[in-house]
């Protein structure tokens, strides 16, 4: 079991979905969640019209060959006020109220106003206090692990100096950031992951600096892979878009390198629906920098390649695509590409990929919403 696993609770094999599936209501492209995703694909998309279901989906695979080297990574973790109580900065439990009279005999408990109100607040003493006698207990730090596990993962497997760039972003007004360091495989698991030490919690959660810093400071590495962490919604959204389309114009031109952008959504709170605008970003090129992913969904971190494929790397010698009623829709005998795309019947609810004498299926219903 990954660390996404544990702590996010995905379900045991074998467990109902949440959420029923039923079939694409409009003709708008739509990404399957990852958890109805069989696990030989990376994504699948699917478009329905009057006359036919339009499926566009990638082998699950990290990149090979020429396109696994010159990679440069980076992992960026939200550090907005919200993100307190998840990297173990918050406070959790009760102080009974004999106890706390006793603090505020002893001069642990000191009183302003705010507001016009007057406002008790503990002080260090009360607070060490609280917490040696179990009173108060500081939340868990679920960000540190998951962190090290992108971090180990990236700088093990694609970093080309096996080194993963990690820094806080959305600290101080929203749109400051803190590099943490490089790190390597090894040194992940000893690292600590606790938030920003020079700055503040923010205020906001501003994106387009933390891409920026990134694509600047690696603007000569042949590609970048930059992982981007956050558990709320962007006050940003208008600007990165603005600057996404900017970068994806000057990398189809040929003025800078390849950069994949995959921003991971934590917890119940994300606006996913921006997530989607990202993803779905139309550049007026054929660049497509930014993914998304819902942690809780993750099947492993390899997912993050889902969109890094070589339209013309084949992944097996032949193959053949059958809808519902096991009918032929596709054949592959020249080969089977990373990323395929067929047309299905309206009224299909799957397809199956056969290779190497095995078929794969995989559903083309969204879950209700």
């Not at 467990?15 to 990376?42: I, M, N, R, Y």
């Amino acid at each position: 079991m990954s660390i996404l696993d544990r702590l996010f609770g995905k379900p045991a094999p074998g467990a109902a979905p949440p959420q029923t599936p039923s079939p694409v209501a409009d003709s708008t492209s739509h990404q399957l969640p990852s958890s109805l995703v069989a696990k030989e694909f990376g994504e699948v998309n699917v478009r329905k019209t009057n006359a036919e279901i339009q499926v566009q989906c990638t082998i699950l695979m990290e990149p090979q060959g020429k396109e696994a080297e010159g990679w440069q990574t980076g992992v960026a973790l939200d550090a907005s006020a919200s993100m307190k109580n998840w990297y173990g900065r918050m406070l959790e439990g009760k102080v009974p109220p004999e106890i706390a009279k006793d603090y505020e005999k002893r001069g642990w408990i000191a009183t302003r106003v705010e507001d016009g109100r007057r406002v008790k607040s503990f002080q260090k003493a009360a607070y060490d206090d609280a917490i040696q006698k179990g009173y108060l207990k500081l939340t868990t730090n679920i960000v540190q692990p998951l962190a090290q596990e992108f971090i180990a993962y990236l700088a093990g497997s694609l970093d080309a100096d096996g080194g993963t760039t990690v820094i806080y972003w959305a600290c101080g007004d929203g749109s400051a950031f803190e590099v943490a360091g490089d790190f390597t495989a090894d040194q992940c698991h000893s690292v600590e992951i606790q938030g920003p030490n020079s700055v503040p919690f923010g205020a906001g959660t501003i994106l387009t600096p933390a891409v920026k810093y990134f694509v600047e400071r690696f603007k000569d590495a042949d590609r970048g892979m930059y992982v981007f962490l956050t558990d709320g919604r962007l006050d940003d959204l208008a600007e990165v878009k603005r600057y996404t389309t900017e970068l994806a114009k000057e990398i189809a031109a040929g003025q800078r390198n390849s950069v994949k952008c995959v921003l991971i959504g934590l917890g119940d709170g994300v606006n996913e629906e921006q997530m989607e605008e990202l993803d779905d970003l139309d550049t007026g090129t054929e660049i497509d920098i930014w993914d998304h992913k819902m942690a809780k969904e993750m099947r492993g971190l390899v997912e993050i390649f889902a969109e890094v494929v070589n339209e013309n790397q084949i992944v097996a010698p032949t193959g053949t695509i059958y809808d519902s009623d096991g009918n032929i829709v596709k054949t592959y005998s020249d080969g089977v590409p990373a990323k395929i795309a067929f047309s299905l019947p309206p009224a299909a609810e799957w397809f199956e990929l056969e290779v190497f004498g095995q078929k794969i299926r995989q559903t083309v219903l969204l879950p209700n919403k």
